[in-house]
């Protein structure tokens, strides 16, 4: 008799399994054959896995949408997969197109986007082109650790720089504030916005639940020096999950007022494909005492599923419950003075500087 109990988590890693994706032939299951294992410390560092990057030969970079649920209709992702490894990410199910894992591989086996920044000029040198707001990171987070070495998102904003072309970053990494001499030059031509999302001020389940994004400390710091540098920055209290960290909502929104964001925003936890039992599996291993009780409250605020995909209702749920969620929410912008006035990011400064070896124009 096969004993299913939860697998042992990897210390670093938030996926405590690595299923196959949902286009694979043949399925992989992490199962307990009734061995006694070894804790997890007893094992060396180079039995862990560890972080493979490979290359995405992508021939364009810009990405569209047509949700009418969501404010831009185009974004850059310089990263696939993200190695913060936080379990509740709604991108992991991407990972299942590549012929990997949602799980331990969406965190471990990722790939860079080299020629983004030539890609992205390429883009915007098009005749046929118009400008837009873009978003930096909507689908994978583009300070990334390996963004220290790759500088792939950097050299984005170069490009953007260059060409007075706006975009709004997401991340959870203070890496942001190394780009902040590009990002003051942007923010003074109304140019560039910034969003930290911050999920939890707890550090020991920011550990486990995020295990290699930013401490929420440090991100807290990101806010403060960015909106020092005259950077319009923002917090986003994403994802909000039922009876784990929502109860932090206001305390999150507070401390990013006195760090001096300017705008909130806030996200009901999303537990779309793979990504359902990827939380299961991780509240069994970290939180086995409420597991049960965090996911029938979200099944009170998805009609009973664990998740609805329509849109209006995906981002913020249904029901009693997420309904004095978003009431708590709109108390909380209202006592801290978020919200109050609407960055609008200049679209009429795009312009096409001469490319290397053009002719310059007399007039």
Known sequence: ?????????TKGRGAVRNESGRFERYGRIAID?????AAEEEFPDENRPATIVGLDTSRTIISHNNSPD??????????????HGCIYCYARPTHAYLGLSPGLDFETRLFAKPDAAMLLEKEFRHRKYKPAVIALGANTDPYQPIERQRRITRSILEVMDRFNH??????????VTRDIDILARLAERRLVSVFLSITTLDRDLARTMEPRASTPPRRLEA????AQAGIPVGVMAAPM?????DHELESIL?????????SASYVLLRLPLEIKDLFADWLNAHRPDR??????????????ALYQSEFGKRMRGDGPYAQLLEQRYRAAVRRYGLNRHRWNLDLTQFRVPPASGDQLTLL
């Open 166 to 175: 706006p975009f709004g970053i997401v991340t959870k990494s203070a890496l």
């Open 241 to 245: 999950i039922p009876a784990l960290n």
């Open 1 to 9: 008799m096969v004993d299913e109990r939860p697998s042992m988590p």
């Open 33 to 37: 054959d009734g061995w006694q294992r």
């Open 70 to 83: 969501i404010s831009f209709d185009r974004s850059i992702n310089p990263y696939k997969g993200c190695e």
């Open 254 to 262: 507070e401390a990013a007022t006195e760090a001096g964001a300017l």
């Open 223 to 226: 806010v403060k020096l960015l």
């Open 291 to 304: 597991a049960k009780h965090v996911l029938s409250l979200v099944r009170d605020t998805r009609g009973g």
